[in-house]
Each structure stands twice: as structure tokens, then as C-alpha cells.
């Protein structure tokens, strides 16, 4: 009786760690992020170049580089530093691969109206797990990351 | 009681599989995207941009990714290796492939790769 008790037990962990494994394996396999410029427009201004300014000290190299480009005063420009999290069911398999549109997200967050031609510059784009989001990972069905972005907003000067 | 000796173990070792493979899961692989000034990076499109490139590059991570604690990708450093002068219209596609999967699970999270893919649109001399 007690062995046909304990057989039952090791049926019911073996299967629950098989299952475990098979969700692991659905979510691992499909954990995908995609950061797309598909909505970029030709008017709007978002690189991930470097911005000189004015009073810099700068080498024969750089001077080279930087001759048909306009120097900047650092008054006109502002530091930033936004949050994103991407959201997915099952790693990414709803949807299939998160689609994390980097220019609606920008010009959301930081452009008064479409119409302004201020820029943004030297963008820094991380992707990582946060606390939180290890947390909420836990049991693989909801499988977020999170993105941070730092830059530079130049007012439009011209 | 021999039986039950071994099914402790059993219980014991599925427990540690399962909390690695969790942890494997959980990597807290951080990947930085950035440029080194070599060549300009838009996210616009740019004129002139007509030719297409994808670049598939695999980032290593070790002890459940906590090793090294952040990855840098180069992007101007990637469309310069492909020959580019200027690149724009980025899609960055970060996965977990079936091979760095197989790879997490046979190191039990010892190495915890990921694959990057790059693509976008710029012009050569």
C-alpha cells in the first residue's frame, strides 16, 4: 500500500517537472524583442550620434569629422532618461515577438506636438530584466522586459 | 524505506533541475545598444540609404547571465564591419534561439547566450 502510495507521488512529480520543463522550453524558446523603426518618419530627427558642442575641446580626427556638421550650445539641450516595459504571454509566443516602436514611443513621451522640429540624439538603448520583472516572470505565462533609453533632446534652434 | 530514501532523492534533484532552470530563465542578460562615433546611426530614413543589411551576432552571458553584467553592441562598429559609410532604419531583434536554449539547459545556466539580429538600410562608397 505505502509503495503504490509513493509510486503515485513519483509518477505526480515526474509529470509536473516534464510539464515545468515543456512550459520553460515554449516560453525560453520564444522570449523575442523586436526595437523597430518602422514608424519613423523622414521629418523627424532620432540618431544615435554623437552631438558636439560649442566650447569642445576636440581632436584634428574629430574636427574632420565633425567640419559640415553645426556645433551645439549645451543650453539647448536636455538629458533624458525614459522606461519601457514590453509585455508577452508564454516568453513571446502572444504575440510572437514584441514589436517595441522606438519613434512613437519618443515622440510620446517627449515632443510637444508633431509638428516641432527638435531632435533627439546619441540614444542609448538597454534592454534588461528588472526586479519586477523577475518577479512577474516567475510563472512563465507573463513574460515582461524592460527597455531604457537615455539621450539627448535639442530644442529646435533654427 | 529504501524506496522512500530514493524518492527524497528524486524529489530533490527535480527540485534542483527545476530552480535552475528558473534561474536560466531569469537571467538578468542586460544588452546595451550604442555607437562609437565611427559612422552615422539613424533610426530615420536617410536618401540615398538603398542597401540592406542583416547582421546575426550571438551575446555571451555566463552564470545566468550575471557575467559580464552588461553587454555593449556597437551598431556604427557592425554596419562599418559590413562596409557601410552611414546606416539608418534600424530593427534590432533580440531572441533566444533553439541552439542558446540547448545551450542554457546542457550548462544548467553556466552559459546563457542570446542572438541578436541587426538589419537595416545605408549606403557604401
Redesign the interface.
Known sequence: MGNKKLKFRFRYCFLISVLTIFIQILSSCGSNLVISSSRCLSKDTVDLNRVHFNDEWLTEFEEEQVKNQSTINKQDVQKFKLNARTHALFGSHLPKSYNFKICPFLNNNLRANDSTNDSIRELNITTYYSFKDVILGVVPIYSPRSIEINGLYLKDIH | MK??TT?IN??KI?IG??LL??L????????????N?EI???????KGHDKNFVVDKSVDFYLFGFIPE?HAIF??MLGKQEGFNEIS??????????KD?LW?IISLGCYTPRTVVVS?WGTKN
Open positions: 524506496i522512500s524518492f528524486v524529489k527535480i533541475i527545476f532552470l528558473l536560466s530563465y531569469l537571467s538578468c542578460s542586460r544588452i546595451n545598444y550604442r555607437t562615433g552615422p546611426v539613424y533610426l530615420t530614413p536617410q552588461r551598431l556604427d532604419k534600424l530593427e534590432i531583434y533580440e531572441r533566444t534561439s533553439v536554449f542554457m537595416g
